[in-house]
């Protein structure tokens, strides 16, 4: 296959090609880090456990940035931008369910514990 | 005048244009359309992270992450998949310069480290179920053995989903089906992987932090 037809066949078809450079980049960001929040939580290298909760949660999200650009080569132009509208939706809906889900079950545990008055109104009924 | 007009219509329909029907034009839909099926996936694995993220907390009396996670391991199942998704990476590069023997023989280590990653996963679904935390044992536990279960059977999936590619190469060669089902597999493989980093930031990291 002629660079060429190389290049015709990444631009026609997109969404997973990518460079040994490109893969390589991705690899070792992905080690730093995966490594970052694993030394955090095994060397307990924090005293505020909100604080590295909040690490450990921004570098998971920043390494699945990394993967979706470095390793699934997802980007605005292939497929004429149609995987990334997909993705885009996906994450809008899976916000939506984590969230939503979340704070519903969070009232619904504070709201439906019985409050202290509550408890003496039930034992002072006749 | 009426049968002139549908003869046409037919005509419209079944018509085909002469670059029509390529295995370019044909391998386009594949991609999106297994895209599309791939964030299908990804709301099935949205779904069971909010179940983990509403129930994870109860545990009835029983066990808590930090009682019964080894962070160890699990750095070491995450190194596994990530060497995964890199040797995946050089087999489509393989591919892209049309080396058979080398897309082949990257495939097989990237099947190797996913099974490792299967037996570290086993290994400590057998030890919690021997200590008495089966999933029946709590809330926690049962959303934990759903989400994590969930993922490995996806990584078991592409693992048989491999080796079958190996058996298609083999025998035909690269090939544009077999070419397209590679690049399939790329992407399931990569995402796996990326689901994976929200079970280890959010199941593991953050259960043993809280």
Redo the contacts between chains.
């Keep these: 296959m002629s660079a060429s037809d190389n290049t015709a066949y990444e631009e026609g078809h997109g969404g997973g090609h990518g460079s040994f450079k490109s893969y390589m980049i991705g690899f070792v960001l992905s080690v730093i880090l995966t490594i970052i929040p694993f030394y955090i939580v095994m060397g307990d290298a924090l005293d505020s456990r909100l604080l590295a909760i909040a690490i450990v949660f921004v570098l998971g999200a920043i390494q699945m940035v990394v993967h979706i650009v470095y390793f699934l080569h997802i980007n605005s132009r292939v497929e004429e931008g149609w995987l990334a509208m997909a993705l885009t939706f996906t994450i809008l809906l899976v916000v939506i369910v984590l969230s939503g889900s979340i704070w519903v079950m969070f009232n619904l545990e504070q709201n439906m514990m019985p409050a202290h008055e509550q408890i003496e109104r039930v034992r002072s009924l006749p | 005048m009426t049968t002139e007009s549908s003869e046409q219509a037919v005509e419209f329909y079944v018509r085909r244009s002469p670059d029509d029907g390529e295995e370019?034009h044909h391998?386009?839909g594949t991609?999106?359309g297994f895209?599309?099926y791939l964030?299908s996936d990804?709301?099935i694995f949205?779904?069971l992270?909010?179940?983990h993220?509403?129930l994870g907390r109860n545990y009835a009396a029983g066990p808590s992450p930090a009682d019964l996670f080894e962070?160890?391991m699990?750095?070491m199942a995450?190194?596994m998949l990530?060497f995964s998704?890199?040797t995946y990476?050089?087999s489509?590069?393989r591919m892209?310069?049309?080396d058979l023997r080398g897309t082949q023989i990257w495939l097989i280590v990237t099947g190797l480290f996913g099974m490792a990653f299967l037996y570290l996963e086993v290994m400590e679904f057998s030890h919690l179920w021997h200590i008495g935390a089966t999933p029946m044992a709590s809330a926690f536990l049962s959303s934990f053995f759903t989400l994590v279960g969930t993922h490995g059977l996806h990584v078991t999936a592409g693992c048989i989903w491999l080796f079958v590619l190996l058996a298609q190469l083999q025998i035909h060669g690269l090939n544009e089906a077999n070419k397209r089902r590679v690049?399939c597999l790329?992407?399931f493989w990569?995402?796996l992987?990326?689901i994976w980093?929200?079970v280890?930031?959010?199941v593991y990291?953050?259960g043993?932090?809280?």
Aim: proline share 0%; with cysteine; aromatic share 14%.
């Design positions: 370019h391998e386009t991609m999106l895209w599309i964030m990804c709301l949205g779904c992270f909010a179940v993220g509403v962070i160890d699990i750095l995450t190194f990530l998704s890199i990476g050089f489509v590069i892209d310069k049309g690049m790329s992407m990569h995402f992987d990326l980093i929200g280890f930031s959010y990291l953050a043993v932090l809280l």
